[in-house]
């Protein structure tokens, strides 16, 4: 930065950084390496968690009918019950690991960013 001996404005925030999600300036230091702020990882992280549930489901679901299809159990239903229940939950984590990835991969741009209200 040029020292020109006036202190312009912008000299007393050197540390804001645009995000690139909501396009909202932010203190350097909330912006991790793909420069998105807090609230846009948080965003992210809550529908990859959603995307995460979906996933669970139908992996349950699927397993669900495997279950009763082909193994068809007559005893230790309870254990059956719960290996649905451990595949709903792993798949759900899994899921939303996978869709936060993908999410972070693509680095879409402004995504989270509100439509300039001219009024
Ligand atoms: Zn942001």
Do not use: H
């Amino acid at each position: 930065m040029r020292a020109t001996g006036r202190e312009l404005w912008r000299d007393r925030y050197p540390d804001q950084v645009t995000c690139v999600r909501c396009l909202e300036l932010q203190d350097q230091i909330e912006l991790d390496r793909l420069l998105w702020c807090e609230a846009c990882r948080a965003k992210a992280r809550r529908r990859a968690s959603r995307w995460g549930g979906g996933i669970g489901v139908v992996l349950a679901g699927a397993l669900a009918c495997w279950i009763f299809v082909v193994v068809n159990p007559t005893r230790m239903i309870g254990g059956w019950v719960a290996t649905v229940v451990a595949a709903l939950w792993i798949g759900s984590r899994i899921g939303g690991e996978v869709a936060y990835g993908v999410e972070r991969y693509r680095n879409r741009r402004a995504v989270e960013a509100e439509p300039p209200n001219p009024f």
